[in-house]
């Protein structure tokens, strides 16, 4: 009965994220196969969205 937060210490030796391959950014997870910042793995087209935009004064 020693599960709970002894094992908490147990995680820190796994990679989860690594370099993608076309964004650059250090966000490609190893285990999903997918890249958070760009989408690579899961489309072809790059990940984006309307409320990423900032906004422009002109």
């Given at each position: ?53 900032k906004v422009s004064?002109?």
């Amino acid at each position: 009965m020693t599960k709970g937060t002894y094992s908490q210490g147990r995680r820190t030796g796994k990679k989860t994220h690594i370099m993608c391959r076309r964004c650059g950014l250090h966000t490609y997870h190893i285990h999903k196969k997918r890249c958070s910042s760009c989408g690579f793995g899961a489309s072809a087209t790059m990940r984006k969205y309307n409320w990423n935009k900032k906004v422009s004064k002109q």
